[in-house]
């Protein structure tokens, strides 16, 4: 079974960053892709940005390219959501997923373990 723990989330304002961790335990990190979704309120869970089990390839969603970066250290068992220049629509509940599955995979039905999510509010 694998354990996903978010942390990192908070109240900023319009133009700050914020880094999100997603910590894993209960098998080893390095054999599972990992991705980041968001939630906000009245809104359907969305792909935010996904990275590959090496780190090699990563990708995004149209908003988060240019500003959001993902990474991995697969020796600490955490993956990472650095998120810069944020903006009021930025605003939801962040979960760090894993998928079993290779490839691009940027639909939340693609993915097997879920962490509890993180709050991050950005004000303007």
């Known amino acids: 079974q694998v354990q996903l723990v978010e942390s990192g989330g908070g109240l900023v304002q319009a133009g700050d960053s914020l880094r999100l961790t997603c910590t894993v335990s209960g098998r080893t990190l390095g054999t599972l892709p990992m991705g980041w979704f968001r939630q906000a309120p009245g809104k359907e869970r969305e792909f935010v940005a996904a990275i590959t089990w090496t780190g090699s390839s990563t990708y995004y969603s149209d908003s988060a390219e240019g500003r959001f970066t993902i990474s991995r250290d697969n020796a600490k068992g955490t993956v990472y959501l650095q998120m810069n220049n944020l903006k009021p629509e930025d605003t939801a509940v962040y979960y760090c997923?894993?998928?079993?599955?290779?490839?691009?995979?940027?639909?939340?039905?693609?993915?097997?373990?879920w962490g509890q999510g993180t709050q991050v509010t950005i004000s303007s």
């Open positions: 997923a894993a998928t079993p599955f290779g490839g691009r995979r940027s639909q939340a039905n693609d993915y097997t373990y």
